[in-house]
């Protein structure tokens, strides 16, 4: 079966630091991979997705970035943090165009 | 007009009670609609699919209304552990990813 997973758990970061966050999917080839993040009081926002190894596509500009290296594995990063980084970081993926995503467990970021 | 908009509640019903949550789309040519259940600080988790003709899976039973661009979800027979935020996704105007609503709060009492 598939699985997907996401760690760290929870992330404390103070202003200005880096971050990386990783995604790894199980059971499944060639998916479709997301990055959404969820803001307190707010609604899922995309901010990049990925069809295949090095296409990524970007929702929204800030100062994330996204890599995906390998089939499976999707990267988020950031080369300094701002405090309005902090949030609920949720990696998702599908297979096909008009399924329903699956999510990780998601990382909770406070940047301090 | 937001992509996809939602009454955020909270709707506060007693255990056993019906309760429906709706939801307004933008882009008329979406294809794919879903309903997700999002416990508090978890991710969010496939509650069921949206088909034009309407469906039901046990308790819960989706519509979709394409002309109004209006999609709804009714709850039967609630259960305390139906207490969640209910999000309402409508695939997005480039059919590549999903659009999430700021979600329905629901909050079921004995």
């Known amino acids: 079966s598939q699985t997907i997973h996401q760690w760290p758990a929870t992330l404390v970061q103070p202003v200005g630091s880096p971050l990386s966050l990783e995604c790894t999917v199980e059971?499944?080839?060639?998916?479709?991979l997301y990055w959404y993040r969820q803001a307190a009081g707010r609604g899922l926002q995309l901010l990049f997705y990925?069809?295949?190894?090095?296409?990524i596509s970007s929702e929204v500009p800030q100062n994330l970035s996204a890599s995906r290296p390998q089939d499976r594995q999707f990267i988020l990063s950031s080369k300094k943090l701002l405090l309005s980084d902090s949030g609920f970081y949720l990696c998702?993926?599908?297979?096909?165009?008009?399924?329903?995503?699956?999510f990780g467990s998601g990382t909770r970021l406070t940047v301090v | 007009r937001k992509e996809v908009e939602q009454d955020p509640g909270p709707f506060n019903v007693p255990e056993g009670a019906t309760v429906a949550f709706n939801c307004t789309y933008s882009?008329?040519?979406?294809?794919?609609f879903f309903w997700y259940r999002q416990d508090c600080r978890k991710e969010p988790k496939l509650l069921m699919s949206?088909?034009?003709s309407g469906n039901e899976d046990g308790r819960f039973t989706a519509q979709l209304n394409r002309a109004s661009q209006y999609i709804s979800l009714l709850i039967r027979d609630s259960k305390l552990s139906d207490s969640a935020t209910y999000l309402c996704?409508?695939?997005?105007?480039?059919?590549?990813?999903?659009?999430f609503g700021k979600g329905t709060t629901l909050s079921v009492s004995s």
């Open positions: 998702a993926w599908s297979v096909g165009g008009n399924g329903g995503y699956t």
């Open positions: 059971g499944t080839s060639n998916p479709n």
């Open positions: 990925s069809v295949g190894i090095g296409q």
């Open positions: 882009n008329s040519a979406s294809q794919s």
């Open positions: 949206v088909y034009s």
């Open positions: 996704v409508v695939m997005g105007q480039a059919g590549t990813a999903l659009i």
